[in-house]
């Protein structure tokens, strides 16, 4: 089998002379003129060695060759025009394997061409340079079984071309300790805003932030131990920081050994999905006329709260129905209403602390849902706070309404389930109603 070697130069005048002398001698050269397109060459070509200019114009041959041997045993020869010393040194520790000082003899590139296709063969023979060469593929083919034949290489170069043309970003990551990208695709550019030349090398974390969620970091870690795929919806950063709800799909790839060397990823921007969706839960737990939680976003963390052992009798509720409400309405009509109402729920957010709830329940009902409260002390003071909050007047378009409401104050008894403890709260509202109003009522059968 010819070898194919990987030429990495921006000079179209060496390129030209090199790629020659390579052909004369019997290989294959497939040329890119960048870091880069080099890059991505080398991974979707699996040439057998590469030969690549220290100067490049995106980034440096040093830095191309530390990022092929983060994810290859691909030989790399470097050709240079600097001689000293600290330099080859700092060549050699890069990953290069060997380098080339220009100008250069052909018989001088070839001689370090064969040698190193020899040790990657592992002959330890003397060969002839160019098609004596060869060396096992690494990983399966995956072209079907019927298209495994001389139309091969259309066929292997129509899958890059879908890797090329697709609108899912894909990303391939090495099996290493860092994980670095050591390919993507033009869509996955696309979608994070980082160019290959910026994202190769790089860890596959650097598209995480401050907020993605650390489960879905978990999961990924679990999928990469186990060597198994996974499918999560996270949240990811682009290079400006502009944030974006990913569906990943990740896949590991094998080699013939069965081992996994490599990750697939399969990115899909899903945030507008994810947006509508968080939208229809807002609605669907939300008063839509006063931006408060409703009954059911109500019911069901008042629930959850007497499920929890260690809130037994450690929070309690205040039922809140206002007085008079349906003279406004009568008087100022519906619209006058429902803004008094918008008015009433943005003094009670005032009221309750970061761990409560104010909730709307129909009408003119409220309550507050008030956490850690473990005293008849507190949660009358609470209540007074509630009733200070309707004293000032209620500016309604041209002209103001003073509305007072009544308070029923119960604390959670153990045991005592979400349905009983707001029933309860609801019964010492009325008694506040048949007292006269505008006051509160304290259940003193609280504590059982």
Same mark, same amino acid.
């Given at each position: 089998?010819?070898?194919?070697? @990987?030429?990495? +130069?921006?000079?179209?005048?060496?390129?030209?002379?090199?790629?020659?002398?390579?052909?004369?001698? &019997?290989?294959?050269?497939?040329?890119?003129?960048?870091?880069?397109?080099?890059?991505?060459? /080398?991974?979707? =070509?699996?040439?057998?060695?590469?030969?690549?200019?220290?100067?490049?114009?995106?980034?440096?041959?040093?830095?191309?060759?530390?990022?092929?041997?983060?994810?290859?045993?691909?030989?790399?020869?470097?050709?240079?025009?600097?001689?000293?010393?600290?330099?080859?040194?700092?060549?050699?520790?890069?990953?290069? =394997?060997?380098?080339?000082?220009?100008?250069?003899?052909?018989?001088?590139?070839?001689?370090?061409?064969?040698?190193?296709?020899? /040790?990657?063969?592992?002959?330890? +023979?003397?060969?002839?340079?160019?098609?004596?060469?060869?060396?096992?593929?690494?990983?399966?083919?995956?072209?079907?079984?019927?298209?495994?034949?001389?139309?091969?290489?259309?066929?292997?170069?129509?899958?890059?071309?879908?890797?090329?043309?697709?609108?899912?970003?894909?990303?391939?990551?090495?099996?290493?300790?860092?994980?670095?990208?050591?390919?993507? =695709?033009?869509?996955?550019?696309?979608?994070? &805003?980082?160019?290959?030349?910026?994202?190769?090398?790089?860890?596959?974390?650097?598209?995480?932030?401050?907020?993605?969620?650390?489960?879905?970091?978990? &999961?990924?870690?679990?999928?990469?131990?186990?060597?198994?795929?996974?499918?999560?919806?996270?949240?990811?950063?682009?290079?400006?920081?502009?944030?974006?709800?990913?569906?990943?799909?990740?896949?590991?790839?094998?080699? +013939?050994?069965?081992?996994?060397?490599?990750? #697939?990823?399969?990115?899909?921007?899903?945030?507008?999905?994810?947006?509508?969706?968080?939208?229809?839960?807002?609605?669907?737990?939300?008063? #839509?006329?006063?931006?408060?939680? =409703?009954?059911?976003?109500?019911?069901?963390?008042?629930?959850?709260? /007497?499920?929890?052992?260690?809130?037994?009798?450690?929070?309690?509720?205040?039922? #809140?129905?206002?007085?008079?409400?349906?003279?406004?309405?009568?008087?100022?009509?519906? +619209?006058?209403?429902?803004? @008094?109402?918008?008015?009433?729920?943005?003094?009670?957010?005032?009221?309750?602390?970061?761990?409560?709830?104010?909730?709307?329940?129909?009408?003119?009902?409220?309550?507050?849902?008030?956490?850690?409260?473990?005293?008849?002390?507190?949660?009358?003071?609470? /209540?007074?706070?509630? @009733?200070?909050?309707?004293?000032?007047?209620?500016?309604?378009?041209?002209?103001?309404?003073?509305?007072?409401?009544?308070?029923?104050?119960?604390?959670?008894?153990?045991?005592?389930?979400?349905?009983?403890?707001?029933?309860?709260?609801?019964?010492?509202?009325?008694?506040?109603?048949?007292? &006269?109003?505008?006051?509160?009522?304290?259940?003193?059968?609280?504590?059982?």
């Amino acid at each position: 089998m010819t070898p194919n070697i @990987l030429l990495i +130069e921006d000079n179209p005048d060496i390129t030209n002379v090199v790629k020659y002398d390579l052909e004369q001698a &019997g290989y294959q050269v497939m040329t890119a003129e960048d870091g880069s397109s080099g890059l991505t060459s /080398a991974w979707e =070509n699996q040439p057998d060695l590469v030969i690549l200019d220290l100067g490049l114009p995106d980034f440096s041959g040093e830095e191309v060759a530390r990022r092929l041997r983060a994810t290859s045993d691909v030989p790399v020869i470097i050709l240079t025009a600097m001689d000293a010393v600290e330099q080859k040194v700092s060549l050699l520790r890069a990953g290069a =394997n060997d380098y080339i000082v220009k100008p250069f003899y052909p018989e001088e590139l070839l001689a370090r061409v064969e040698v190193q296709l020899r /040790a990657r063969a592992g002959s330890g +023979e003397d060969t002839a340079p160019g098609p004596s060469v060869s060396r096992e593929p690494s990983f399966p083919n995956p072209l079907p079984v019927h298209l495994q034949s001389s139309d091969q290489p259309h066929w292997l170069s129509l899958l890059a071309a879908a890797l090329t043309h697709t609108t899912s970003g894909i990303s391939i990551t090495a099996n290493t300790d860092e994980h670095p990208v050591v390919y993507c =695709n033009p869509a996955f550019e696309r979608l994070t &805003g980082y160019t290959s030349s910026e994202i190769l090398g790089q860890s596959w974390r650097v598209l995480q932030g401050e907020h993605t969620d650390p489960d879905a970091l978990v &999961g990924i870690y679990e999928a990469i131990e186990a060597g198994k795929p996974t499918d999560l919806v996270m949240l990811n950063y682009r290079k400006d920081g502009s944030s974006f709800w990913s569906a990943l799909n990740l896949g590991p790839i094998r080699n +013939e050994e069965n081992a996994v060397t490599h990750f #697939i990823g399969v990115h899909t921007d899903v945030t507008d999905r994810v947006n509508t969706q968080r939208e229809l839960e807002h609605r669907a737990y939300t008063d #839509i006329l006063t931006g408060l939680a =409703n009954r059911a976003q109500f019911m069901m963390e008042l629930k959850q709260e /007497a499920a929890q052992p260690e809130s037994q009798g450690l929070f309690a509720l205040a039922f #809140i129905d206002l007085d008079g409400f349906k003279a406004i309405n009568d008087c100022f009509g519906h +619209e006058a209403g429902d803004e @008094l109402l918008r008015q009433v729920a943005q003094r009670l957010r005032g009221v309750v602390r970061n761990v409560d709830l104010a909730a709307r329940l129909a009408g003119d009902e409220f309550v507050l849902l008030l956490r850690h409260v473990d005293s008849d002390a507190a949660l009358e003071l609470i /209540a007074q706070r509630t @009733l200070a909050a309707f004293q000032p007047a209620f500016e309604l378009e041209a002209f103001s309404v003073t509305v007072h409401a009544s308070v029923g104050l119960v604390r959670h008894r153990p045991g005592e389930s979400a349905v009983q403890m707001l029933s309860r709260a609801d019964q010492a509202m009325y008694q506040t109603k048949r007292q &006269g109003k505008n006051d509160f009522t304290l259940d003193l059968t609280t504590l059982g």
